[in-house]
């Protein structure tokens, strides 16, 4: 949109003030053509009609306004009338983004409250102007959540959080985790009765970090061959997961016997999870430390260092 400025010394129409686009900023016009560059930045030089030459300048309301004053000679002359106060502030809603959401919530809300101040300065009608920019603001927010979640992820994956020790004095074990753990205990019925499970978990959107234990009768795993104990927790991760054991090996924990296990699981949605786990049989108790992770999302360095990362300790 073109706007006529009537300044002494040139003809009508031979100034214009073109608004700003979406992707571009305001431009002066001399006899239709965009005005020459002056001498310093941001100055434009224009022909009067007696051959003299005069600098023009922006000034703008704010910085990104599409249709700013313009200063001849250092005489401003007024384009159209400023924004009022309450259209800048509905223009503005979206910035409260950069307070919940940080840099991504700064950007989008930056980028709409630029559209909705060049919605506030198009010739649309006032109603269609709120209804759109308002739309805008909603856009941006929606936007906002869908990228929250993901660039999250990304990020956590670019720079992992530094784990910390945690370890647990009844349980008398230790295991570092970049997340809190915390502790549930429940009662689950068993071939030898019911028996106290403790576990200690933690979850995120793409994995579930889980260390458990329970204390079965000690006179009974006296009597009993730890393999078959051992196999017999294999057979039930793997068919409480209904997944498919990919490997097993043997492994040990300070002369304790164990299994290292890698299953493979499918869930009602079609979704393919990893199960990294390490089962410990020590004397009577029964560990088992496993990483359930979305399998295209997993990290086999950060699984590694969390199942080697689970140590023994004395009470």
Same mark, same amino acid.
């Given at each position: 949109?073109? +706007?006529?400025?009537?300044?002494?010394?040139?003809?009508?129409?031979?100034?214009?003030?073109?608004?700003?686009?979406?992707?571009?900023?305001?431009?002066?016009?001399?006899?239709?053509?965009?005005?020459?560059?002056?001498?310093?930045?941001?100055?434009?030089?224009?022909?009067?009609?007696?051959?003299?030459?005069?600098?023009?300048?922006?000034?703008?309301?704010?910085?990104?306004?599409?249709?700013?004053?313009?200063?001849?000679?250092?005489?401003?002359?007024?384009?159209?009338?400023?924004?009022?106060?309450?259209?800048?502030?509905?223009?503005?809603?979206?910035?409260?983004?950069?307070?919940?959401?940080?840099?991504?919530?700064?950007?989008?809300?930056?980028?709409?409250?630029?559209?909705?101040?060049?919605?506030?300065?198009?010739?649309?009608?006032?109603?269609?102007?709120?209804?759109?920019?308002?739309?805008?603001?909603?856009?941006?927010?929606?936007?906002?959540?869908?990228?929250?979640?993901?660039?999250?992820?990304?990020?956590?994956?670019?720079?992992?959080?530094?784990?910390?020790?945690?370890?647990?004095?009844?349980?008398?074990?230790?295991?570092?985790?970049?997340?809190?753990?915390?502790?549930?205990?429940?009662?689950?019925?068993?071939?030898?009765?019911?028996?106290?499970?403790?576990?200690?978990?933690?979850?995120?959107?793409?994995?579930?970090?889980?260390?458990?234990?329970?204390? +079965?009768?000690?006179?009974?795993?006296?009597?009993?061959?730890?393999?078959?104990?051992?196999?017999?927790?294999?057979?039930?991760?793997?068919?409480?997961?209904?997944?498919?054991?990919?490997?097993?090996?043997?492994?040990?924990?300070?002369?304790?016997?164990?299994?290292?296990?890698?299953?493979?699981?499918?869930?009602?949605?079609?979704?393919?999870?990893?199960?990294?786990?390490?089962? +410990?049989?020590?004397?009577?108790?029964?560990?088992?430390?496993?990483?359930?992770?979305?399998?295209?999302?997993?990290?086999?360095?950060?699984?590694?260092?969390?199942?080697?990362?689970?140590?023994?300790?004395?009470?």
């Amino acid at each position: 949109m073109k +706007y006529p400025l009537s300044i002494p010394g040139f003809s009508d129409g031979r100034v214009e003030l073109e608004a700003g686009g979406f992707w571009r900023g305001a431009r002066l016009l001399l006899d239709g053509q965009p005005a020459p560059r002056g001498p310093k930045r941001g100055q434009f030089s224009l022909t009067r009609d007696d051959g003299t030459l005069a600098a023009a300048r922006f000034k703008n309301y704010w910085i990104l306004d599409t249709i700013p004053q313009v200063l001849v000679d250092d005489i401003t002359y007024q384009v159209v009338p400023p924004l009022k106060w309450y259209e800048w502030t509905w223009s503005a809603l979206p910035l409260v983004l950069a307070f919940i959401g940080g840099g991504l919530g700064g950007l989008l809300g930056g980028a709409a409250m630029v559209i909705n101040g060049r919605i506030f300065r198009s010739s649309l009608g006032t109603v269609a102007r709120y209804l759109l920019s308002g739309l805008i603001s909603i856009v941006a927010v929606v936007l906002f959540l869908l990228s929250v979640g993901p660039i999250s992820q990304a990020i956590g994956s670019l720079f992992p959080l530094p784990a910390r020790e945690f370890s647990s004095a009844a349980g008398r074990f230790s295991v570092s985790s970049p997340y809190t753990l915390t502790e549930n205990t429940q009662s689950i019925d068993t071939q030898v009765g019911a028996v106290e499970l403790h576990m200690f978990s933690a979850n995120q959107p793409t994995q579930t970090l889980i260390v458990s234990y329970s204390d +079965y009768p000690a006179e009974l795993v006296s009597k009993s061959n730890p393999d078959k104990i051992l196999d017999g927790s294999r057979n039930g991760m793997v068919q409480n997961s209904k997944g498919q054991l990919l490997s097993e090996t043997r492994i040990t924990i300070d002369g304790h016997p164990g299994r290292e296990l890698t299953v493979n699981s499918t869930v009602d949605n079609g979704q393919e999870l990893l199960l990294r786990s390490r089962i +410990y049989l020590v004397e009577n108790r029964l560990y088992q430390v496993t990483v359930v992770t979305i399998k295209d999302k997993a990290n086999p360095q950060a699984i590694d260092q969390f199942l080697q990362s689970f140590k023994l300790t004395t009470p």
